[in-house]
C-alpha cells in the first residue's frame, strides 16, 4: 500500500517534471523569437506568420529570428533524444555522442571534405553523415561490448586519433579553406536557410518515430545487456537504438555542426528533473531549451557579433562535464 | 563501477629480470637513437647526398635545419618520454599521458589566452603559458578524478583527463573563432611539429629538459616506493604527499616544456614506458633512463618518417604519433589491463 502511494508520488513528480519542461520550452522560444535586439508583440508575431507583410518586421522574423529558433529547437531535440538514449543505453553518464567521437567522426568527415576534396554545401554534409556512422561503427566494434568503461575509453581513443586528422587537415590548409571548416568544428545557427530546416525536420519525422517504437524495449534495457537478453530483448536491439541515435547526431551535425556537449547535458539535466529516472521525452526537451537560451546568449551576449551557439555551448559544458564528474566520483557514480 | 588494481600486478610490483636484461636494452636504445639521429639528419622530403650536404654549398643550410630539428626531437622525445614513464607510476594508471590526461590542452588553453588577451608572443612566453597551463590541468585533473573514495582510479583519471581535454579545447575554439591571429599562430602550432624552429628555442630550452630530466631520474626511487601503494611507502618512511608533488612537478616541467617547444605530441609518453616495461620490467631505475631514450628514438624516427612519407609533403610528428599511438591505445583498452 505504502510503496504503491510511493509510486504514484513519483509519477506525480514526473508528469510535474514534463509540464515544467513543456512550458519552459514554450518560453523560451517565444523569448527567442519575441526579444532581443527586434521585438515583436505577440498579435504581430501571428499577423506576420499568417501572411500580412509588414517592413522590415516581416524580413526579420521570417528570414533570420524565426529560422533560428526552428532550427535550434530540432537541433535541440536530435542531440538531446540522442545524448539521453546513449546514456541510457551504455548506462554511462559520460557515454554521449559528443565524448565517444560521434560528433568529432562527423566533423572530421567533413573538414576532410572541405579541405581535401573541396566540396561544399550538401555533399559536406552527407560526408559528415557517413563519417559519423563509420566512426561509430568503429567504437563499437572496437570496443566488443557496449557496457562498462570499455566504450567510453575506446571513444576517448578514436576522438584523440579524429582529432589529430583534423588538426593535420587545418595545418595545410590556406586560411580562407580554413575560416570555412571552421564551421564543422563549432556548431553555429548564423546563417540558417529554409530548406535545410525542412531536410532535418524530414530526418527528424522518420527517425523519431522508429525511436518511439524500438524505445519499448529500453526500461528492459537498462536493467544490462545479461538481464534485458533474459526478458527477451537482444542486442541487436541495442545496437539498433545506438545506430538510430547516431542518425540522430549526424542530421543535427549536418545541419548545424557540431554544437557541443548539448547532447552529453541533456540527459543527466532530464534525469535529475526526473526524479532520476531516464526519459528520451524529457531529455530532447532539455536539449530545445538548452539550445534556444543558448543560441539567445550567442546573439546578444556581444553587442553587434553573433557568435556561434557552439561557443555558448562548449563553454559552458565543459565545466558542466567536469562537475558532472566530480559528482559522480563523489558519490561513487561515475559509472 | 568497481575498478580493482588486479590488473595493475605488472605495474605495481618491480619485476625481478635478468642482468642481461637491461644491457640489452640500454645497448639497443644507444643504437636505435643514433639511427634515427642520423637518418633524422640524412633523409627529408627532399632527396640530398650526403656529400652535398656536408659540402660547402646552397644545401649546406638544409644540413642545418635538419640539425637543429634533430635536436630539438631528442629533447622533446626524452622529455615525453620519462613524464609518460613518470606519469604512469605516479598515477599507477597504464593509460597516463600527458596528451590523454589533458595536460597538451591546458597548455593549448593557455597559449591561446595569452596570444589573444595579453597579446604575448615569441618563445619565452610561451614556455611560461604552456608551463603554467599543464600545471594548471594536472592538477585540475587529478583533484576531480581523486574526489571519492576509491580515489583516483585509473580509469576515472583517464575519463577526467578526456573531459578537461574536451572543456579547454572547446574554450581555445572559441578563443580562434574570435581572434583571427590566435587561428593562425594555433593552428600550426597546434598540430605538433619539431620542423622549422630557430635554433635559439633549443638552446634556451635545452637547460629546462636538463633540469627536469635530472630530477626526474633522481626520482626514481621514490617513483618505486610509491608504486608500492600510498600505505605501503608511508610504512617505508616516505613522505607520500611531499614526493607526489615532486613527481607532479616533474611533469608539468617536462610535459609542459615539450609541448611549448613542438605543440601537442600525443601518445609517446603512452607507448614508450609500455614498451619498455615489457622487456626490464617495472623497476624505475631502468624504467626512467630507458623511456627517455626510446622516446627520443620514437620521436625521431617518427619525424623522419613524416617527412618521407608524402613527399613533398610533411606529415607533422604529432599525427605520426597519434597514427601509432591509438591503435595502441585501443589494444590496452581491449586487453583490459585496467581491470574493468
Known sequence: MNTLTVATGRARRRRVALAGLGAAFVAAFAARVLLGDYTFTVPDFFRILFGEQIPVSTFILMETKLPRAVMAVLVGLALGTAGSLFQMLLRNPLASPDIVGVSLGASAAGVFAVLTLGLRDDAVSVFAIVGAVVIS???????????GYRLVLVGVGVAAAMVSVVQYLLARSNTYDVQLALRWLVGSLNSVQWPTIGVLALALAVLLPLLAVLARALPALELGDDAAAGLGVGRHRTDLLLLVGVLLTAAAVAAAGPVAFVAFMSGPIARSLMGGRHSLVAGALVGAVLMLLADYVAAYLIPNTVLPVGIVTGAVGGPFLLWLLARGAATGRTG | MAVTTTGLGRLDRPRSTSAAGPATAYAVMLA??????????????????PSALFHDGPDRTVLEVRAVRTALGLLVGTALGLAGACMQGLTRNPLADPGILGINAGAALAI????????????????VLGLIG??????????????GRDGATPAKLTVAGAAFAAAASSWTVAVQLVDQTALDVMRRWQVGSIGGRPWDMVVTLAPIF???GL???????TLNALALGDEMAQGLGRHTT???????????????????????IAFVGLIVPHLVRTRTGSDHRHLLPLSAGYGAALVLLADTLGRVVLPPSEVQVGIMTAILGVPFFLLLVRRGRMGL
Open chain 2, 32 to 49: 636505435l637513437v643514433l639511427v634515427a639521429a642520423v637518418a633524422s639528419v640524412l633523409l627529408g622530403s627532399r632527396l640530398i647526398s
Open chain 2, 112 to 127: 591561446v589566452l595569452g596570444i589573444s588577451y595579453l597579446g604575448v608572443g615569441g618563445l619565452q612566453a610561451y614556455v
Open chain 2, 242 to 264: 611531499r614526493d607526489r608533488l615532486l613527481v607532479g612537478l616533474v611533469i608539468v616541467l617536462l610535459a609542459g616544456t615539450a609541448t611549448a617547444a613542438a605543440g601537442p
Open chain 1, 137 to 147: 561503427g568503429v567504437v563499437r566494434w572496437v570496443a566488443g561490448t557496449t557496457g
Open chain 2, 210 to 212: 636538463l633540469v627536469g
Open chain 2, 134 to 147: 599543464a600545471a594548471v590541468a594536472s592538477v585540475a585533473v587529478h583533484a576531480i578524478a581523486g574526489i
Open chain 2, 215 to 221: 630530477l626526474a631520474l633522481a626520482l626514481s626511487r
